[in-house]
Each structure stands twice: as C-alpha cells, then as structure tokens.
C-alpha cells in the first residue's frame, strides 16, 4: 500500500485520478439530468455517486498499478484516454440518439458499412460535439502535462490510516454489491457500478456477446415467423378493406374515461365519434395478461392459452396481412430494445415500413418522453407513400408513467382541484396527471381517425 498511495500522489498520477473521477462524475450527473430532470439531482445523490466513482476509480487505478509497475505510467495514460474517449461517446449518444450507450447501438456500429458511416456523420454531426472534443483534448493534454513543484510521500500513520479506510469502504461496497446479486437484485448492483463509465460499456459489452440478449431472441423468433408465414401461404381475404388501423395504447384505464362513465370529460372526442355512430364502444373485452409483453403476445400473434407452442411459433398479425396482399407499417413512440420490447420488435420487423420516434432509447431511459402527436405527420406521410390495401399499427406511449410527461402543457386541464376522491395532495396531482394524459390521448386517437376519415378504413 505504501509504494501504491506514494506513487498515486505524485504527478501526473494524481492529475489523472482526480481529472478522470470528475469528468466520470460529471458524465453521469448530466446523464440522470437528460433522463430524469432536476427531479433526481439532489445533494445527496450527488454525494453518492461521487463517493461511488472515486472508489471504483481508485480500485481499478489500485489494479492497474499491481499488475504493470514499471509501465505503470503508460497503461495509466492509456486508461485515462479510453475513459475520456466514452464520456464523449455517451455525451454523443444522449444529445443525439436520445438513450445511453446499448447493444442495439453497439450492433449497429459493428453491422454499418463506410457509405453508412458517412451518412450517419452528416446526419448527427453538429458543432457542438467538435467543441466538446477540443475542450476534451485540452482537458488531456493539460492534465498529462501539469506538474507539482514538490510532493511529499505520505507518514507510515497516513498510510495505515488511508489503507484501513480504503479497504473498510472497497470490502463494504463489494459486499452490498454481491449480496444484491445473490438475492435477485443484480440490476441494482450493475446500476451502482455502472456509475463508473468503463464497468458500464464492459457491462454493455458482455450483455451483447452473450447469446440470450434480445437481439438473439428476436432473431430466432423472426426464424419462428418465417416458419410460421411459410406454412400459411394459402390463406386468402374473401373481403378487402383499403386501410386497417390498428391502435395500440398503453396503461389505459376505462375508469377514467368519460365515454365508459367517468365524472370529468377525459374523452369528449370519443364521445363525440360514439354519438355521431363512427365508434363503437365494447364492453366485454378483456385484455389476456396483466402486462404489456404478455398481452401483446397473444394479441399481435394467433396464439392463445391453450396453446402448448410458444406464441413465436405462430402467424402474427403483419405476416397474416403481408400474406393476403396488404402493405404494412408499424409505427411507433415506444421502445425499439430492450427485453421488454421483444414481442412488438419482432412483430414490427415483419413490417414493410417501421418507424420509430426513437430508434435507440430503450424503455428505461429516453423511449416515449416526446408526446405521441410527434407521430402523426409520419402517419400521414407513410399514408401517401403505400399501396391501394394498407395495415397500420400505430403503438402510443399512452398513458405510461410518468403521466407528466405524457401531454403538451396545452392539455393540463385536470388539476388536483377537480378531484374529489380521498386522496392525499400528492396522490391528487399525480391522478390530475393522468387524466390529462387520458385527455391527450383522447385527441391523438381523434386526429388518426381525420387521418383516414375520407378513405375505406
């Protein structure tokens, strides 16, 4: 420990420790910021994480010095040049892509030939990012080069005291952390180590080589589909209808909308659309799971509970319409990756035209935080550019939580006010919320069905 925190302290060692803690820091309190809002930013979350990065820092710093000694220096500048390189990388990333670094992302790269690279250059690139790698380079070059006019080696008593301290805080952290994951909390755990950048790409990294990561599964389910479309070639529609519009929503409640009896006018348009005989209202439906993935599995595929073949293994709903002569477009303001979105990726690749508000952001993190009204000029520009028979899904971000942020601040009508229930302040604001976003919802159904008000749909 002695030759270790003597070596540490002296430049351009200690620069590099100290430089490399902050811009990490930093990364991630603009990362939680861009994801989360000021919400999240709180001082001690602040001091958590700061406490976080300087340990695995020093750990890792720890590491590198056990096993290069004599090329220490360089392995330690080499290391500081990759951690630089990654935070400009998610800098990226968040500011362009909306999401943090992925193995959607990191398949693209690896699957993107030099014409692609150069359109997606000329697409993304803005000034900004070449300032940020200057004041980078700048950043580098003066920590590498700044010197300490004199520094003095720690005491034996710092040493011991520094050691104790050190091992005390490494041996309780690494502790929680395999708790965390020997109790089926391992997400937790990844989360906190991933505040330090480099675990967090490695974790990304081992994730896509691994063989059971959603980019695999979906490939073996469109091998399932491709089966599954091979075997029904001869089915045919006895009738055609020009457009079929198939809306998907998200953590809707019918007893909170007006149109099924609720007290406040959450639906006026449907009302409207149910009055005038253009909808119809049903009753008795009953959705076949309790969750997103495992409803749409069965909805988006002709697969049922009595079923003993996995849902993959049967027609979905866009081959079935491909099969009988339709176009077909999946459009989205929902995740394109992640687990969770396994089902309706799969599905949506079946698709002629697939759009997505965001092609990277994953459920966790940016998916979904533009309003759904962003899809409707790419609804009616898909319209214009498809066939005479059409089949559209159209999956809504809905009312998903965070309700807030699921309406512009035009459609804020409902607040905690309106609401007589016995509810507490915060518990009221937070219902207001989602009204409003039943609200919004209600308008952006109503503008896809003017959409195709005037055709066979």
């Given at each position: 420990?002695?030759?270790?925190?003597?070596?540490?302290?002296?430049?351009?060692?200690?620069?590099?420790?100290?430089?490399?803690?902050?811009?990490?820091?930093?990364?991630?309190?603009?990362?939680?910021?861009?994801?989360?809002?000021?919400?999240?930013?709180?001082?001690?979350?602040?001091?958590?994480?700061?406490?976080?990065?300087?340990?695995?820092?020093?750990?890792?710093?720890?590491?590198?010095?056990?096993?290069?000694?004599?090329?220490?220096?360089?392995?330690?500048?080499?290391?500081?040049?990759?951690?630089?390189?990654?935070?400009?990388?998610?800098?990226?990333?968040?500011?362009?892509?909306?999401?943090?670094?992925?193995?959607?992302?990191?398949?693209?790269?690896?699957?993107?030939?030099?014409?692609?690279?150069?359109?997606?250059?000329?697409?993304?690139?803005?000034?900004?990012?070449?300032?940020?790698?200057?004041?980078?380079?700048?950043?580098?070059?003066?920590?590498?080069?700044?010197?300490?006019?004199?520094?003095?080696?720690?005491?034996?008593?710092?040493?011991?005291?520094?050691?104790?301290?050190?091992?005390?805080?490494?041996?309780?952290?690494?502790?929680?952390?395999?708790?965390?994951?020997?109790?089926?909390?391992?997400?937790?755990?990844?989360?906190?180590?991933?505040?330090?950048?480099?675990?967090?790409?490695?974790?990304?990294?081992?994730?896509?080589?691994?063989?059971?990561?959603?980019?695999?599964s979906n490939k073996q389910i469109l091998k399932d589909y491709d089966v599954s479309k091979a075997a029904n070639q001869n089915i045919k529609a006895e009738q055609?209808?020009?457009?079929?519009?198939?809306?998907?929503?998200?953590?809707?409640?019918?007893?909170?909308?007006?149109?099924?009896?609720?007290?406040?006018?959450?639906?006026?348009?449907?009302?409207?659309?149910?009055?005038?005989?253009?909808?119809?209202?049903?009753?008795?439906?009953?959705?076949?799971?309790?969750?997103?993935?495992?409803?749409?599995?069965?909805?988006?595929?002709?697969?049922?509970?009595?079923?003993?073949?996995?849902?993959?293994?049967?027609?979905?709903?866009?081959?079935?319409?491909?099969?009988?002569?339709?176009?077909?477009?999946?459009?989205?303001?929902?995740?394109?990756?992640?687990?969770?979105?396994?089902?309706?990726?799969?599905?949506?690749?079946?698709?002629?035209?697939?759009?997505?508000?965001?092609?990277?952001?994953?459920?966790?993190?940016?998916?979904?935080?533009?309003?759904?009204?962003?899809?409707l000029p790419e609804i009616s520009k898909i319209k214009q550019s498809l066939g005479e028979s059409n089949f559209y899904i159209i999956h809504l971000m809905g009312?998903?939580?965070?309700?807030?942020?699921?309406?512009?601040?035009?459609?804020?009508?409902?607040?905690?006010?309106?609401?007589?229930?016995?509810?507490?302040?915060?518990?009221?604001?937070?219902?207001?919320?989602?009204?409003?976003?039943?609200?919004?919802?209600?308008?952006?159904?109503?503008?896809?069905?003017?959409?195709?008000?005037?055709?066979?749909?």
């Amino acid at each position: 420990m002695t030759k270790f925190f003597n070596t540490i302290i002296k430049s351009p060692f200690i620069n590099i420790f100290v430089v490399t803690t902050l811009v990490m820091f930093i990364a991630n309190i603009y990362k939680i910021y861009f994801f989360e809002g000021t919400d999240r930013i709180a001082l001690m979350h602040m001091a958590r994480s700061l406490t976080t990065i300087f340990l695995l820092n020093l750990v890792i710093t720890h590491v590198l010095y056990l096993l290069s000694r004599g090329l220490f220096k360089g392995l330690y500048l080499i290391y500081a040049l990759i951690i630089f390189i990654l935070c400009f990388i998610n800098f990226f990333t968040l500011t362009s892509l909306k999401t943090d670094i992925n193995i959607a992302i990191i398949d693209s790269v690896l699957h993107t030939n030099p014409d692609e690279a150069g359109e997606f250059f000329q697409t993304f690139f803005e000034a900004k990012y070449l300032v940020v790698a200057i004041l980078l380079c700048i950043i580098f070059y003066a920590m590498t080069r700044y010197k300490r006019s004199s520094t003095k080696e720690f005491s034996r008593k710092t040493i011991i005291v520094l050691s104790v301290i050190y091992i005390a805080f490494a041996a309780v952290f690494f502790t929680k952390s395999a708790m965390r994951i020997s109790s089926n909390k391992a997400d937790r755990a990844i989360s906190k180590l991933s505040e330090h950048i480099l675990i967090n790409y490695a974790f990304v990294l081992k994730k896509y080589l691994l063989d059971d990561n959603f980019l695999a599964s979906n490939k073996q389910i469109l091998k399932d589909y491709d089966v599954s479309k091979a075997a029904n070639q001869n089915i045919k529609a006895e009738q055609k209808v020009a457009n079929v519009v198939f809306v998907i929503g998200e953590s809707l409640q019918r007893n909170e909308m007006s149109v099924y009896g609720f007290g406040l006018p959450t639906t006026p348009n449907l009302m409207a659309l149910k009055q005038s005989g253009n909808a119809i209202i049903y009753t008795d439906t009953t959705a076949p799971d309790t969750y997103t993935n495992g409803s749409l599995s069965k909805v988006l595929n002709f697969s049922n509970y009595e079923s003993k073949e996995p849902w993959s293994k049967s027609l979905n709903i866009v081959d079935m319409f491909s099969l009988v002569g339709y176009k077909t477009a999946w459009i989205s303001n929902q995740s394109n990756i992640g687990g969770y979105s396994t089902t309706q990726k799969s599905v949506a690749d079946r698709s002629d035209i697939t759009f997505f508000t965001q092609k990277f952001a994953s459920a966790t993190n940016y998916a979904g935080r533009e309003t759904d009204g962003i899809l409707l000029p790419e609804i009616s520009k898909i319209k214009q550019s498809l066939g005479e028979s059409n089949f559209y899904i159209i999956h809504l971000m809905g009312n998903h939580f965070k309700y807030d942020l699921r309406y512009p601040k035009d459609f804020a009508k409902f607040t905690a006010n309106d609401l007589q229930n016995k509810m507490n302040p915060g518990q009221k604001e937070s219902f207001a919320w989602y009204l409003n976003s039943v609200l919004y919802n209600d308008y952006v159904i109503n503008e896809i069905y003017k959409i195709f008000k005037d055709d066979e749909a």
